[in-house]
């Protein structure tokens, strides 16, 4: 139910402001990865009237558009940053992480 409704909210909020509704697969969980499931979004997407302007299906200037072939592109945005100053790495280990959540 939440995606439908992040999606619905997103579509109608694209089309208010005359901007561009671009669907994206978060698919880099691969222990919750469904075999079927970007079909079953598409075709839910579908069903509500609710059209992609990009993403599978519609290609456009903003592909890819699955996050796990966007990779590269956050490792390299990611590595700019710490070069910048903006970023540091953390290490933490994965107990503390778990903690401060």
Same mark, same amino acid.
């Given at each position: 139910?939440?995606n439908i409704r992040t999606a619905l909210f997103n579509w109608?909020?694209?089309?208010?402001?005359?901007?561009?509704?671009?669907?994206?697969?978060?698919?880099?969980?691969?222990?919750?990865?469904?075999?079927?499931?970007?079909?079953?979004?598409?075709?839910?997407?579908?069903?509500?009237?609710?059209?992609?302007?990009?993403?599978?299906?519609?290609?456009?200037?903003?592909?890819?558009?699955? !996050?796990? !072939?966007?990779?590269?592109?956050?490792?390299?945005?990611? !590595?700019?940053?710490?070069?910048q100053g903006g970023a540091y790495y953390c290490y933490c280990?994965? !107990?503390?992480?778990?903690e401060m959540r």
């Open positions: 139910m939440g109608l909020f694209a089309r208010h402001h005359g901007g561009s509704f671009i669907v994206r697969i978060e698919d880099t969980d691969v222990t919750r990865k469904v075999r079927g499931a970007v079909k079953g979004i598409l075709d839910g997407l579908r069903w509500l009237g609710l059209d992609w302007d990009e993403g599978p299906e519609v290609e456009g200037k903003h592909a890819p558009y699955f !996050q796990s !072939q966007r990779l590269d592109i956050y490792r390299e945005l990611a !590595q700019r940053l710490i070069s280990s994965t !107990q503390r992480l778990k």
